[in-house]
C-alpha cells in the first residue's frame, strides 16, 4: 500500500495506542505464570507474534474484547511442535529465544528477511555460557537460530550496546532456572530503560531482579554493571491480570504531528508516566520550543504549533525516536544534531541511513556519520519517499509530509501494523488530508 499525504494542518483529540514494549513483556510473562489476562495490550503484527511463540511453548491466548487471555506454560515451556515465527519483530525474538534456551529438545526460531539479518550473536554466545546449545544455522550470528537442551541458570557475560533485548530476555527467563542468572556487562548499555520496562513488568508479576552497578538515576539500569535474578521464582500477578500502558513511541509522531502543524491544540490522551525512555519526546520538544504541556495525573498531553528551533539531543536511550527527532530537527530553524545512534542502524532497518536518504529526497539537508546525524532545518518539498518496510519510518515521513510544499508519496505504508495499526485512521480523524492505494 502506498499513502500520499498532503499538506495539512490538525488538530483534536487521539488515543495513543498501546505500548508494544509492555505488551510483549506482559503477554511473555503471563506465559511463564500459570496465565493471566493481559488488560489493553497492543494488538499489531509484532505483538501477535510474541503471543504465538508463548502458544509454540505450550501456553494459549485469546482476544477476549480489548483484553488478551492468555493460559501460560508454567515457568516450564515444552519443547515446539514447529519452527517460531517472529516475522518483523526484534523483541519477540530475542525474548523468546532466551525462553528456548529452558526447552528440553530444541526450538527454531526465524523471521522476515529483515528479522534474519539483525544481530542475535552475543544473545547465543550468553546462552552457551550458561550450558545452552544456541546456534545461527548460517553460523553468522543471525537466525534462523537453532536453541535448546535446557540450563539451571548461572553466571554469563554480555556486552550491552548491540540490544538491551538480550538483557531483558536473561531475566525473564532465568526467574524460572533453578538457580537464577547473574549477567556481567562487558560495555555500556544502551536503551537502558527498556530494561527498567522488564523490571517493572516483573514486579508487577511477583518477580524480583536487580540492578548491579548503576548511577542511581530515575533510570534504575543506567549506567549497570550487570544484573541478577534468583532462580525458582514463580510469575503471579496481582488479581491474575495485568494492565499494559499508554505507547510514548507511538505518541511521538501525533505530539511532532501537532508540534509543526496543529491550526487548534492537539491532545494525546493515555499518556500516563511510565518506565517508557522515550515520554523524553515531551522534553525534547519542549527543549526546541514546542508549546507542549504534559498533564500526569490526566494522562493528557497537550501540543501546539510554535516555531521550533534545532537541538543538541542523544538517543543512546531513546532510540525509537531518532526518525521523529530527525523530522521536527528538518522542520526546525538551525542545526539538530542527534548523537550516540549506532544502535538505531541495528532495527528493522538502518534508521540513521533511511532517514538522511529519504529527507534528503524531501530537499533537506543531512549529514550522516556512524554514530550521529545533523539535520540543517529549511522548507520541505514532497516526493516520493520508500518506507523501508519499517513502521518507524513511515510514521515519521508521513509527519514530515503535514509541511512538505505538495504532495507527498510513502511507498510500502502498510507496515505500520507492525506498532500502529490504527496509525492513518487516526491521522486522518485529526485532520490529515491522505489517500491510500
Ligand atoms: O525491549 C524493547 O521493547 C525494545 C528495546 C529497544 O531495542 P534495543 O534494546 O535493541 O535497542 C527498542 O529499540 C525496541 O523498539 C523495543
Ligand atoms: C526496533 C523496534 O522493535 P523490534 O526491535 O522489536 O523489532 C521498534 O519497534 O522500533
Given at each position: 500500500m502506498d499513502v500520499r499525504i498532503s499538506p495539512s494542518r490538525v488538530g483534536g483529540t487521539a488515543r495513543a495506542p498501546p505500548s508494544k514494549s509492555y505488551t510483549h513483556r506482559a503477554i511473555l510473562a503471563a506465559g511463564y505464570a500459570d496465565g493471566a489476562t493481559v488488560r489493553n495490550p497492543l494488538f499489531s503484527a509484532d505483538t501477535a507474534a510474541t503471543a504465538r511463540a508463548v502458544e509454540s511453548y505450550g501456553g494459549r491466548t485469546e482476544r477476549v474484547g480489548d483484553d488478551l487471555e492468555v493460559t501460560g506454560f508454567d515457568g516450564d515451556p515444552g519443547t515446539p511442535a514447529d519452527v517460531i515465527d517472529c516475522a518483523n519483530s526484534g523483541t519477540t525474538m530475542r525474548l523468546t529465544t532466551a525462553t528456548a534456551g529452558l526447552v528440553e529438545g530444541l526450538a527454531v526460531l526465524t523471521g522476515d528477511s529483515s528479522l534474519r539479518s539483525r544481530p542475535q550473536g552475543p544473545l547465543l554466545d550468553a546462552l552457551e555460557g550458561l550450558g545452552v546449545r544456541a546456534e545461527s544455522t548460517r553460523g553468522n550470528?543471525?537466525?534462523p537460530l537453532v536453541v535448546g537442551g535446557g540450563t539451571e541458570g548461572g553466571t554469563t557475560a554480555i556486552r550491552g550496546?548491540?540490544?538491551s533485548q538480550y538483557i531483558t530476555g536473561l531475566l525473564m527467563a532465568g526467574?524460572?532456572?533453578?538457580?537464577g542468572i547473574e549477567i556481567e556487562l562487558t560495555t555500556e548499555l544502551k536503551s537502558a530503560p527498556y530494561v527498567d520496562i522488564t523490571l517493572e513488568v516483573l514486579e508487577a508479576f511477583g518477580v524480583e531482579a536487580s540492578v548491579v552497578g548503576?548511577?542511581?538515576?530515575?533510570?534504575?539500569?543506567?549506567?549497570?554493571e550487570g544484573f541478577a535474578v534468583d532462580g525458582a521464582q514463580q510469575y503471579d500477578p496481582a488479581d491474575e491480570e495485568y494492565r499494559v500502558p499508554g505507547d510514548f513511541s507511538s505518541m511521538s509522531y501525533l505530539l511532532a504531528a501537532g508540534a509543526l502543524a496543529a491550526d487548534r491544540e492537539l491532545v494525546v490522551a493515555g499518556a500516563r508516566p511510565s518506565a517508557?525512555?522515550?515520554?523524553a519526546i515531551v522534553s525534547i520538544l519542549e527543549s526546541m520550543g514546542a508549546n507542549i504541556e504534559w498533564d500526569r495525573e490526566a494522562g493528557r498531553i497537550a501540543v501546539g504549533r510554535a516555531p521550533l528551533s534545532g537541538i543538541e539531543v542523544g538517543v543512546?536511550?531513546?532510540?525509537?525516536?531518532l526518525p521523529t527527532i530527525a523530522v521536527l530537527g528538518a522542520a526546525a530553524e538551525g542545526r539538530t544534531r542527534i548523537t550516540d545512534?549506532?544502535?538505531?542502524?541495528?532495527?528493522?532497518?538502518d534508521r540513521v541511513a533511511a532517514m538522511a536518504s529519504e529527507l534528503r529526497k524531501m530537499g533537506v539537508d543531512i549529514e550522516e556519520q556512524e554514530d550521529e546525524l545533523r539535520v540543517h532545518g529549511g522548507d520541505l518539498e514532497g516526493a516520493t519517499v520508500?518506507?523501508?518496510?519499517d513502521h518507524r519510518i513511515i510514521m515519521a515521513l508521513s509527519v514530515a509530509a503535514l509541511l512538505a510544499e505538495g504532495e507527498t508519496t510513502i511507498e510500502g505504508?502498510?507496515?505500520?501494523?507492525?506498532?500502529?495499526?490504527s496509525f492513518f485512521e487516526v491521522f486522518s480523524d485529526l485532520g490529515v488530508e491522505l489517500e491510500r492505494r
Open positions: 550470528g543471525q537466525a550496546d548491540v540490544s526467574a524460572v532456572t533453578d538457580r548503576g548511577d542511581d538515576t530515575a533510570v534504575r539500569s543506567a549506567g549497570a517508557q525512555g522515550d515520554a543512546a536511550d531513546t532510540p525509537d525516536l545512534c549506532a544502535h538505531v542502524r541495528l532495527k528493522e532497518t520508500a518506507g523501508h518496510d505504508a502498510e507496515d505500520v501494523d507492525v506498532s500502529f495499526p
